[in-house]
């Protein structure tokens, strides 16, 4: 007759904090009653696990063996399974930039097969929004990328970019009476702007840092 096995899945790659695993053994040329046990899984009694099948939540580089008896025959079989870390993109911390000037953002990976990029607004959501592992950011808001390896192991990061509103400078040449008063404004700025206003005449001296000078 032939001899009795057993058999398990091939060996195979899982990703770091993923869902539990079922391992499913498959007698091969045997007929009950036969006998399975795992070597390296115990009951609550310390004694093998004799089940046909195993869940496990897998933290770390495991292998399993499992055996069969059928008729003073044994045979067994083995898997070995690999965690895989996950990916972890970093694009870096909360940014504030000039509006004009874009803030490049990249994971800082290389080239993961999946890179999915997602621009948060007040009001709106915009997926897939951009492509590749480094954008341009031109306008604010909360940019979030999500990343896949090679076998689908996931990872994200998220970063807040906020652009402060465009300048505006009145640039008016004036011409006054001698002595006269001047008062010179410096346009928009939006809120948390700052100002400073130089004489250029005289050694560059830094003469107010209002919205406003009057001289």
């Known amino acids: 007759a032939p001899y009795p096995g057993i058999s398990l899945p091939p060996d195979t790659t899982v990703c770091n904090n993923g869902p539990s695993l079922t391992f499913k053994s498959t007698p091969i040329n045997a007929f009950q009653p036969y006998k399975i046990w795992w070597s390296t899984l115990k009951n609550a009694n310390g004694d093998s696990l004799t089940t046909g099948s195993i869940t496990e939540k897998i933290t770390r580089d495991t292998a399993y063996r499992v055996n069969i008896l059928d008729q003073g025959c044994t045979n067994y079989d083995s898997i070995r399974v690999h965690v895989k870390q996950l990916p972890k993109p970093n694009i870096g911390p909360d940014q504030r930039g000039c509006w004009g000037h874009p803030v490049m953002l990249s994971t800082g ?73 001047v008062t010179l404004r410096a346009g928009i700025g939006g809120p948390g702007a700052s100002y400073l206003w130089i004489d250029q005449i005289h050694n560059n001296k830094i003469v107010s840092t209002a919205p406003s000078f009057t001289f």
């Open 109 to 181: 990976l290389k080239h993961e097969p999946i890179v999915k990029w997602t621009w948060i607004l007040p009001k709106d959501t915009q997926r897939n929004a951009f492509r590749g592992d480094t954008i341009q950011a031109l306008d604010s808001g909360m940019y979030v990328v999500s990343v896949q390896d090679s076998i689908g192991c996931p990872g994200t990061d998220t970063a807040n970019v906020f652009f402060n509103p465009p300048v505006s400078a009145k640039k008016v040449d004036s011409t006054v009476c001698l002595n006269a008063t």
